[in-house]
């Protein structure tokens, strides 16, 4: 294709806005890309790289066969992902999941787009809505929109913003802890892409020391509020002390769960908790401390962190910290291809259309790439099947499967992929001899059959 195409302009150089420029450009349809870093920063980000993690770096499982963010890992790489091959090639050990280099990675989806004959990259903000003649337009800011966008695209759509704050986890330089308590093991010693089974850093607590570190961690002085930031947290990125808010036992039975894990130093001594820490760099020199965003300030942080065992002198390379989170009511306001209603030129992606996660939001500026360069090119558009995860995500966040009210749901929050959000299957699978399944063998052939039918039917779909 040729570069007299009208451009499609995509705002925002997040996993999405890449994502999604990648896609178009192989689609032959050229673009600009519009990132306002370094001309504006964020309170989140540290570099001016395209899709930069700000949060943790890993990517979740990897296992595509029995979980459902394995799969759309899955989906992905079969559709020519830019993140996806980014992520393979600066992984990092980190048991069953996929976890990146942060720098690295964003360095090569940076490289990738640069190099990118097809796309043009202006850094300069946005702040009001795209000019009328861009009449292919993605809106990938994601949850860190900045306020003059923000306030045109709630014109735009008549929906007061929603948000919620994530927040951000701490990461140790690995010289700095305590190896004669803590130890490396993964999870019942399970190996993942690039990992060996013993791929996490675990510090145990007694029940003593836990209650001691309940304690310090419910009396830390907090980052204040102002009185329009009391929103709603998304429970899939919860800061540690609010979880420890919900009640003394809510952190083992979360991330500090003891189970799958046997300490080295005790042997016949079972933790009564444990905290893990992932590798965060592809050096192995960082990692980051897992379930452990939060929004103590930076002095609490150091102090009652250094309660833990093994990390007394713990140097931290980066403290925990909060950003603001932005999405709207998409249900309500976008049609079932991601295009505003009020706008049909304006197509949004990524986590501002209610998706949550890395992959997710990179799930979706694949499609919405796809499909603005199919319009582009004057061919037609359509869904991939409700039966995969790309499809079964894009109908979460269009309301296919929201509970309506008069002419909107009743709610809609942010939500990561999962096996909830895809039809049930017109069978219960079955033993090879026909016998009916019970337990946790049935649960482990129901996701089989689910993920089974999901790549027979994405390859159907792409055949098309």
Known sequence: MSKDLTPIHIIGGGLAGSEAAW??????????????????????????????????NSFRSDE???????????????????????????????????????????????AALEAEDLIQIAREEIQETPPSDWNNVIIATGPLTSEK?????????????LSFFDA??????????????AWFQSRYDKAGPGGTGADYINCPLSKDEYEAFIDALLA????????????????????IEVMAERGRETLRHGPLKPVGLTNPHTP?????????????????????????????????????????????????????????????????????FLRLKAEPRLRF???????????????????????????????????????????????HITGGHIETVDAGPKSFQPMNVNFGLFPPLEAAPKSPDGKRLRGPEKAVAKKRAVTDRARADLEAWLAK
């Open 23 to 56: 896609q178009a450009a192989r689609a032959g349809v050229p673009v600009v890309l519009h990132e306002m870093r370094p001309t504006r920063g964020t309170d989140a980000h540290q570099s001016d790289h395209f899709a930069e993690l700000v949060c943790s």
């Open 64 to 110: 595509p066969t029995t979980n459902a963010v394995g799969l759309l890992h899955q989906e992905m790489r079969r559709m020519g992902s830019l993140i996806m091959a980014c992520a393979d090639k600066h992984q990092v050990p980190a048991g069953g999941a996929l976890a990146v280099d942060r720098d690295g990675f964003a360095a090569a989806v940076t």
């Open 149 to 161: 966008l923000g306030q045109a695209i709630g014109a735009l759509t008549g929906e007061a913003e």
């Open 168 to 181: 951000i986890a701490p990461i140790i330089h690995r010289d700095t802890i305590n190896m004669d308590k």
């Open 220 to 239: 830390g002085e907090k980052t204040s509020f102002k009185e329009w930031e009391h929103v709603p947290y998304f429970d899939g990125c919860l800061p």
């Open 268 to 336: 016949g001594v079972k933790p009564y908790a444990v905290i893990q820490l992932r590798q965060d760099n592809a050096l192995g020199t960082l990692y980051n401390m897992v379930g452990f965003q939060t929004k103590l300030k930076h002095g609490e942080q150091v102090r009652v962190f250094r309660t833990i065992p093994g990390l007394e002198n713990a140097d931290f390379a980066r403290l925990g910290g909060l950003h603001r989170n932005t999405f709207l009511n998409s249900p309500k306001v976008l049609d079932p």
């Open 349 to 395: 992606a990524g986590q501002i259309t209610g998706c949550e996660g890395y992959v997710e939001s990179a799930a979706i500026g694949l499609l919405t790439g796809r499909w603005a360069a199919a319009e582009s090119l004057g061919q037609p558009i359509s869904h991939p099947p409700a039966t995969t995860a790309l499809g079964a995500l894009v109908n």
